[in-house]
């Protein structure tokens, strides 16, 4: 019997998620779901291929031990500060006898981008349309058997850093996968999590990670603008660290379990106990101390990218607010912040339009980018990935209890 499969692999700085899913006329069923630690990266590079590979091999085998499939192709999640955009117009004339646009124009208008002049250590990531044009007829949204002698389009250019795809390449090879495509992981997110009338209304995904917070701005139903910024989790849970004189895994803890991005959220005044050095031994601080802490890096995060907004002139075209995804909007009082900060509403997102099997598992913020990368990215060669399988493999005979087991010690320890 064969399925319509699709593997997704999110490389993330504080874990790595991989899923596994089918194509069914209802839609797309996850089938299994992975996750293992990951400190092979920083702020969305490959720090360790060693490690790195480790974490893949880990998350997958669960995934497919759970799905009692296993897969060799993998789209792998892309993000870091050396992600950068453009915008490039370019046109290609129809010369076929009846003037009708087939998708054989579409391509040479591809190809076409792919000739422009890029920095040596760069390379094009994605080539996204944003609006097409039929002998200067704009707001077309899809030209095939349109007739004109002129086909025109407006391309949000995406390029990553070579080296920097080499090393993700790697780590997956050395796991004993194979690269599929490389998505970037802010559009990943908001296929996954953005509806229509916001695309088309205007608005801002932000997806707040470990090491990095990944940017989509998207308006009149196309992508106008992305962004990869290094300021997110990490460098709240060392703002606390620092300051209270705390080990590592103390500030996390603190920063989850009691940790507010704004002190007008604070439901209750308290005291919180915390374990200190040794010589110094419990430290009683007040939940608003803890509170001012994480304020303030959360607030520069939100004026960085409320800058980058005003810099590209895009505000004044998000209607539809802001989509706050990724662990680090589960942070207590982060709509309210964002809401603050840019003037303009603010919601959590959380995977959608999902089938059946295990999809409420990764319907949260945290798994946005991971099941975004199952759906593809509509006018990128991202759109068309589904991988067809032949005859199910026969699950491994590994101890699935103690797997399961582990996967759910890793989720209370988060």
Same mark, same amino acid.
């Given at each position: ?5 699709? &593997? ?19 839609? !797309? ?5 992975? %996750? ?9 590079? %490959?720090?360790?291929? &060693? ?19 296993? /897969? ?5 999640? *892309? ?12 046109? /290609?004339?129809?010369?076929?006898? #009846? ?13 076409? *981008?792919?000739?422009?002049? !890029? ?14 044009? %039929?002998?200067?007829?704009?707001? !077309? ?12 389009? +407006? ?6 850093? @070579? ?8 780590? *997956? ?5 194979? *690269? ?10 908001? /296929?996954? /999590? ?12 932000? #997806? ?19 962004? +990869? ?36 959220? @604070?439901?209750?005044?308290?005291? @919180? ?22 304020? +303030? ?6 004026? @960085? ?17 802001? %989509? ?16 603050? +900060? ?73």
């Amino acid at each position: 019997m064969k399925k319509n499969l699709i &593997a997704g692999l999110d490389l993330g700085t504080t874990k790595v998620c991989a899923v596994i899913a089918e194509q069914t006329e209802a839609g !797309i069923d996850i089938l299994g779901f992975g %996750v293992a630690p990951s400190d092979g990266l920083n702020r969305g590079l %490959v720090a360790n291929i &060693a490690k790195t590979a480790e974490a893949v091999k880990e998350a997958v085998s669960i995934a497919s031990n759970r799905a009692g499939i296993e /897969v060799r192709e993998l789209n792998v999640g *892309v993000a870091g500060e050396h992600i950068t955009s453009l915008r490039h117009r370019n046109y /290609v004339t129809i010369s076929n006898p #009846d003037k009708e646009i087939t998708q054989d124009d579409l391509d040479r208008l591809k190809a076409d *981008v792919k000739t422009i002049r !890029i920095p040596s250590d760069r390379q094009i990531l994605h080539i996204i349309p944003e609006e097409f044009f %039929v002998d200067h007829q704009g707001g !077309i949204e899809s030209p095939i058997g349109m007739c004109g002698s002129k086909l025109e389009a +407006v391309n949000h250019v995406v390029l990553a850093s @070579i080296p920097a795809i080499q090393n993700i390449k790697k780590s *997956v090879e050395r796991a004993g996968f194979v *690269v599929k495509d490389y998505i970037l992981q802010p559009i990943a997110s908001s /296929v996954s /999590v953005l509806e229509d009338n916001e695309k088309d209304l205007g608005t801002v995904l932000i #997806d707040i990670g470990g090491g990095t917070t990944d940017v989509a701005i998207y308006h009149d139903k196309s992508i106008k603008h992305t962004k +990869v910024i290094g300021v997110a989790g990490h460098q709240v849970t060392n703002d606390i660290r620092e300051s209270l004189g705390i080990v590592n895994e103390e500030a996390e803890m603190l920063k989850k379990d009691h940790g507010y991005a704004l002190e007008e959220a @604070i439901i209750k005044e308290e005291d @919180i106990y915390i374990k200190g050095p040794a010589a110094r031994g419990t430290i009683k601080i007040p939940v608003t101390l803890l509170t001012q802490i994480i304020s +303030v890096r959360m607030r520069e995060l939100f004026t @960085i990218i409320d800058n980058e907004l005003r810099q590209t002139q895009l505000k004044s075209k998000i209607k539809a607010g802001i %989509v706050l995804a990724g662990g680090g909007s589960l942070l207590r009082g982060c709509t309210e912040l964002a809401e603050e +900060v840019f003037g303009l509403p603010a919601r959590i997102g959380v995977p959608i339009e999902l089938g059946q099997g295990l999809s409420n598992e990764i319907e949260s913020p945290e798994f946005a980018t991971v099941a975004g990368l199952i759906k593809g990215i509509p006018g990128s060669t991202s759109s068309a990935n589904w991988l067809s399988e032949g005859e199910d493999k026969k699950k491994s005979k590994l101890k699935f209890s103690s797997i399961f087991k582990k996967v759910q010690e890793f989720f209370d320890e988060l």
